[in-house]
Nanobody, 123 residues
Framework: QVQLVESGGDLVQPGGSLRLSCAAS????????MGWYRQAPGEQRELVAE???????NYADSVKGRFTISRNNGRNMLYLQMNSLKPEDTAVYYC?????????????????WGQGTQVTVSS
């Protein structure tokens, strides 16, 4: 079993900064792509940023230049540095990881989600 646990969500004023963290644990052979998604009330979950194991990144247009995704492969950690926050960034932020685990006879890749962490941007 694999668990993803996010932390770092908070209430912050517009223009402020937050750093989200996601810790992966469990029967992990390797972690491939990882990403941050968010879901605002009444909206669909959307990709915020993603990063490959080798460090290649991709961002939603709405966060380019403000958010930075990074990871520590040795510690199975994922991060999201969020600067210049706007009210429209308010959402529950979820960590996602494509994890290879050992199964009988070989390996298998599964996608996992964390439980989410609330980010609220308001004055």
């Amino acid at each position: 079993q694999v668990q993803l646990v996010e932390s770092g969500g908070d209430l912050v004023q517009p223009g402020g900064s937050l750093r989200l963290s996601c810790a992966a644990s469990g029967s992990i052979f390797s972690i491939n792509a990882m990403g941050w998604y968010r879901q605002a009330p009444g909206e669909q979950r959307e990709l915020v940023a993603e990063i490959t194991r080798g460090g290649r990144t991709n961002y939603a247009d709405s966060v380019k230049g403000r958010f930075t995704i990074s990871r520590n492969n040795g510690r199975n950690m994922l991060y999201l540095q969020m600067n210049s926050l706007k009210p429209e960034d308010t959402a529950v932020y979820y960590c996602n990881a494509e994890v290879t685990i050992v199964v009988t006879g070989g390996w298998q890749e599964y996608g996992y989600w964390g439980q989410g962490t609330q980010v609220t941007v308001s004055s």
